[in-house]
């Protein structure tokens, strides 16, 4: 449930909502909004009723909402306004503007990871992306550089201003992620792995939740409250396709998804057209379709030279390639505008 407080109530109110709730050994979530300070309410059902009793006794509380659906902090009824993620430097992710992810999927080299960082931030992305720990379907297949390659990308950041994410495997990397990345990724095959999210939902450090190769949009943003409970509001989704009969494509990209989470959830969205098809020659395609029905921005793979790439050079651009994608994504989102702006529109047709 969530506890409406009213437009005069002050911090004391607010701390004393807060008490309460702890006493009967619920978790208080406060979210201040511009017009209203909201607090979120988990825990058992048991005393529930009871607690939304003692709540509607207090001057301060405006009303007391139940909420039935499954998902509770990542949803509208948690939060009135559009979760905004400040990475620092006038990069913001779910903004106004559309945010841009671009790298190869691997760092292979100081040279190749540096090359890299220059094309894209000429092109207009605004994040760096890499993999220093790769989970890869062989064991055979190259598995990354580890720190080393965090630390060829953290020189790439020094160069050019661009901000670094990069995916989290396992909990025994957490420290090493931490000094380097300014986003942490949680890669599809983890998407579910619940001691993980766990973990990460103690940071303090902006996370990225890919969509699982199998999972639904309710597992999805499950998936995503296991960071919100413990703490971390920072999260962003990413669809990244889902796995079908389809052959002809890494995946089957599920582009229904990004207007259906924007409607269910305030945090911001990320299409992968990369991993959603698997070839190079689909990615812009499937990319301006993303940016067209809500994406709040695009996560793709980049690299100068795909037929060498040790990982995914078959769904990576070309730099001409990217450089033409990141010409039309411009057009687009300006045509269409900002996601508030056509929110309004539907608003008030």
Known sequence: MIAVLKNNATEEDKQKVIDLIEELNFEAHPNTGVEKTIVGVIGSPDNRTFLKEKLMTMNCVEKVVVISDPYKLTSWNFKQHKTVIDLGDGVKIGGDELTVMAGPCSVESREQILETARIVKAGGAQLLRGGAFKPRTSPYSFQGLGEEGLKYMAEAREETGLKIITELMDIEHIDVIMEYTDVIQIGARNMQNYSLLKAIGKLDKPVMLKRGMSATIKEWLLAAEYVMNEGNHDVILCERGVRTFGEETRNTMDL??????????????????????????????????????????????????????????????????????????????????????????????
Do not use: C
Not at 303 to 319: I, R, V
């Open 256 to 349: 229904s998804s990004i207007p259906l989470v924007q409607q269910l959830s305030h945090l911001p969205l990320i299409a992968d057209p990369s991993h959603g098809t698997g070839r190079w020659e689909l990615v812009t395609p499937v990319a301006r379709a993303a940016v067209a029905v809500g994406a709040d921005g695009i996560m793709v793979e980049v690299h100068p030279d795909p037929q060498n790439a040790l990982s995914d050079g078959p769904q990576s651009l070309k730099p001409a390639n990217y450089n033409l994608m990141m010409d039309e994504l411009r057009a687009i989102h300006k045509t269409l505008g900002s996601f508030k702006a056509r929110e309004k529109k539907i608003a008030f047709a």
